[in-house]
């Protein structure tokens, strides 16, 4: 045995040794056949790079727990979410039509009775049960519709509903919105003011802050309202020395971080490829949002970039104990700034280097 597996190890080094080879030789030629199309640039790396694996099997996986209705997955409340979602455009339109939804009401009902079944977030499911409540009380009557009303009204009676609130979970006016009082210029400066601050007091971050900057988060616009995401937040001294020092550029000022969120995407949210890059746009505005709320509350943040490096990949599955469908997305330093700390100028571009009018 020891014989073959060193003979493995001499016969798997070979073999990476000539692809460096030939690679290294006609690189620029591999890389003008490659770009050619898009199927030749599958084929590129599949045969001489493993930059892209991780992803594929993530997204892959992600496809595959979504499909099978997985427990740990997203898939119930994303679908249930979405559908939802999708229900209320619906009852948005002007004019209002009498018949949508046809082909996915059935699905959406039966994921309410899983998040109904599952105790899920209660407010996620008086939504649900309100937009259906209306849904149902205007479409027409179709086989599939009756089918669906059918179950929902079962699940009225199987589950009991103590505090649902006096304000039904429904589209409502523009005019009905809640508005704010802060203009343009105050919005500014809380712009200028929120900057990539890497310098903190040793104080003690208030959880209550952060519930506060999250549930604002919680407002950021979502592709289907499926927020996709999650906040792992960190501030044991021990967990942050590892958290601190897992993503590139915080060797100089992981010392003196007092909290770290790390913002991880869930691909199981979703059944298609198409879909893999929502978890960095959905996660992204949630990022916006949440560090903008920080400042408001006192606090200030450093979002850290989280590149695909592989074994960075793989020492964060194992702090986190990842699925394989979860990916980073950043990670957000979180402190009270100090106040002789330093901060980068960093000028931003102007206006027109940004824009085109068309």
Same mark, same amino acid.
Request: charged letters at 25%; aromatic letters at 12%; one cysteine or more.
């Given at each position: 045995?020891?014989?073959?597996?060193?003979?493995?190890?001499?016969?798997?080094?070979?073999?990476?040794?000539?692809?460096?080879? $030939?690679?290294?030789?006609?690189?620029?030629?591999?890389?003008?056949?490659?770009?050619?199309?898009?199927?030749?640039?599958?084929?590129?790396?599949?045969?001489?790079?493993?930059?892209?694996?991780?992803?594929?099997?993530?997204?892959?996986?992600?496809?595959?727990?979504?499909?099978?209705?997985?427990?740990?997955?997203?898939?119930?409340?994303?679908?249930?979410?979405?559908?939802?979602?999708?229900?209320?455009?619906?009852?948005?339109?002007?004019?209002?039509?009498?018949?949508?939804?046809?082909?996915?009401?059935?699905?959406?009902?039966?994921?309410?009775?899983?998040?109904?079944?599952?105790?899920?977030?209660?407010?996620?499911?008086?939504?649900?049960?309100?937009?259906?409540?209306?849904?149902?009380?205007?479409?027409?009557?179709?086989?599939?519709?009756?089918?669906?009303?059918?179950?929902?009204?079962?699940?009225?009676?199987?589950?009991?509903?103590?505090?649902?609130?006096?304000?039904?979970?429904?589209?409502?006016?523009?005019?009905?919105?809640?508005?704010?009082?802060?203009?343009?210029?105050?919005?500014?400066?809380?712009?200028?003011?929120?900057?990539?601050?890497?310098?903190?007091?040793?104080?003690?971050?208030?959880?209550?802050?952060?519930?506060?900057?999250?549930?604002?988060?919680?407002?950021?616009?979502?592709?289907?309202?499926?927020?996709?995401?999650?906040?792992?937040?960190?501030?044991?001294?021990?967990?942050?020395?590892?958290?601190?020092?897992?993503?590139?550029?915080?060797?100089?000022?992981?010392?003196?971080?007092?909290?770290?969120?790390?913002? $991880?995407?869930?691909?199981?949210?979703?059944?298609?490829?198409?879909?893999?890059?929502? $978890?960095?746009?959905?996660?992204?505005?949630?990022?916006?949002?949440?560090?903008?709320?920080?400042?408001?509350?006192?606090?200030?943040?450093?979002?850290?970039?989280?590149?695909?490096?592989?074994?960075?990949?793989?020492?964060?599955?194992?702090?986190?104990?990842?699925?394989?469908?979860?990916?980073?997305?950043?990670?957000?330093?979180?402190?009270?700034?100090?106040?002789?700390?330093?901060?980068?100028?960093?000028?931003?571009?102007?206006?027109?280097?940004?824009?085109?009018?068309?």
């Amino acid at each position: 045995m020891m014989i073959f597996n060193s003979l493995k190890k001499k016969i798997s080094w070979r073999v990476r040794n000539f692809y460096s080879t $030939i690679i290294a030789k006609y690189s620029s030629q591999i890389l003008f056949w490659s770009t050619r199309s898009p199927r030749r640039s599958s084929f590129y790396y599949f045969a001489f790079s493993n930059k892209f694996d991780r992803e594929h099997y993530s997204v892959l996986k992600a496809k595959l727990a979504h499909i099978n209705k997985d427990d740990n997955s997203l898939s119930f409340d994303a679908t249930l979410r979405r559908n939802i979602h999708r229900l209320e455009k619906g009852l948005t339109t002007m004019p209002l039509r009498n018949s949508f939804a046809k082909d996915y009401i059935e699905e959406t009902v039966s994921s309410y009775e899983f998040m109904l079944k599952s105790s899920a977030d209660f407010k996620t499911v008086k939504w649900a049960r309100d937009v259906l409540s209306k849904y149902f009380s205007i479409v027409e009557q179709t086989s599939s519709v009756v089918k669906a009303n059918k179950k929902f009204l079962d699940l009225e009676g199987s589950f009991k509903f103590h505090d649902t609130g006096t304000v039904p979970s429904l589209p409502f006016a523009r005019k009905d919105s809640v508005l704010s009082d802060i203009s343009y210029e105050q919005f500014n400066k809380l712009c200028m003011q929120r900057r990539s601050i890497r310098w903190y007091t040793q104080e003690k971050v208030p959880h209550e802050l952060i519930d506060k900057a999250l549930s604002a988060t919680l407002y950021s616009p979502s592709a289907c309202n499926r927020q996709p995401f999650r906040f792992v937040i960190i501030e044991d001294p021990e967990m942050l020395k590892v958290a601190a020092n897992l993503p590139m550029g915080t060797s100089t000022f992981s010392h003196n971080i007092p909290m770290m969120a790390i913002l $991880i995407g869930d691909l199981s949210a979703y059944s298609d490829e198409r879909d893999r890059h929502i $978890i960095y746009i959905d996660g992204g505005l949630a990022a916006m949002s949440f560090m903008f709320a920080l400042e408001t509350l006192g606090l200030s943040s450093c979002p850290i970039n989280w590149p695909d490096v592989e074994y960075r990949e793989k020492s964060l599955d194992k702090f986190l104990q990842l699925s394989p469908f979860e990916r980073c997305v950043m990670f957000i330093s979180i402190g009270f700034p100090l106040e002789d700390g330093q901060i980068p100028f960093s000028q931003k571009k102007s206006i027109n280097t940004i824009l085109s009018k068309i």
